[in-house]
């Protein structure tokens, strides 16, 4: 059984549910993202927010898998202050529902004086309220942007317990770890890691407190990136117990901390005559 624990749903079909299901996915998280062009209104988001945290779940149940919800606007639309400002004003509610079980994802894209911004005033928002808080770090420029986003979570004061630093690679994993926070790690077949980068960083640094997950959006991307990767570690010989922390355990226990996770891994997918009609 596996929590697939960073997923874009939106952006996948009903063949990828039905797909993730036969595979042993039973849970997944939708963080908000972009949506391949910066939205013009305020309202655009909300809209956004309420598809992801009532009709997503829906979809996703009908096949066999609980959907929650992370909630936030993202650092690819904080250049426009005004706009950024109303969403924040505004995030208050779909935080609130019973589908969102953290604020995320939030953080770096380019590593602007805006980004920054929206990234403190967010990470406030979800320490106020004591709730996890998904941390993007950058394609770009990656160990910088590493090293400011873990320099603003610590002077934010918020526990480690509630944070996930998530898109590490070699080059930043090490620094993430120090930080005590939830690390995560992002499999593309093309971009970011691959099985066997993962397994490598797992047999060097193991599996306390490490997140894997394959983000699937719009790009090429994978939703059984987490099948491919227990394979890997099953061929690396990593053991079972490391396996069940990377792909259940981990995830599980960060996704605790909100009131709003008490996910049901015995849904079963209906006929989709059922659905149709």
């Not at 993007?136 to 630093?165: F, M, N, Q, W, Y």
């Not at 690679?169 to 593309?188: H, K, N």
């Not at 971009?191 to 699937?216: C, D, F, T």
């Amino acid at each position: 059984m596996i929590i697939e624990p960073h997923i874009h749903m939106y952006s996948r079909t009903t063949d990828d549910y039905v797909a993730m299901y036969q595979a042993g996915i039973r849970a997944c998280v939708e963080p908000s993202f972009w949506m391949g062009c910066n939205r013009r209104y305020a309202g655009t988001f909300f809209d956004y927010f309420n598809l992801i945290l009532e009709f997503e779940t829906i979809r996703a149940r009908r096949f066999g898998i609980d959907h929650f919800c992370a909630v936030s606007l993202n650092p690819k639309e904080t250049e426009d202050l005004a706009l950024a400002s109303e969403v924040m004003d505004g995030l208050s509610p779909y935080l609130d529902h019973p589908r969102c079980v953290a604020l995320g994802e939030i953080g770096f894209n380019a590593i602007t004086i805006n980004e920054e911004k929206a990234f403190v005033r967010q990470l406030h928002i979800a320490h106020e309220r004591r709730i996890p808080v998904i941390v993007h770090l950058p394609h770009v420029d990656k160990l910088r942007g590493t090293r400011r986003t873990l320099d603003i979570v610590k002077a934010e004061g918020i526990s480690p317990d509630l944070v996930v630093i998530d898109h590490n690679t070699e080059e930043t994993i090490a620094l993430s770890r120090a930080s005590g926070c939830y690390c995560g790690m992002t499999v593309y077949p093309i971009s970011k890691l691959n099985p066997e980068r993962v397994s490598a960083i797992i047999r060097q640094y193991g599996s306390e407190r490490m997140i894997v997950n394959g983000s699937a959006d719009w790009g090429v991307s994978d939703p059984l990136s987490l099948i491919k990767v227990v394979s890997q570690l099953r061929q690396d010989h990593v053991p079972e117990a490391d396996i069940q922390r990377l792909t259940f355990d981990n995830a599980k226990a960060f996704y605790s901390h909100s009131p709003h996770w008490k996910p049901n891994f015995t849904i079963q997918p209906l006929d989709p005559r059922e659905f149709q009609r």
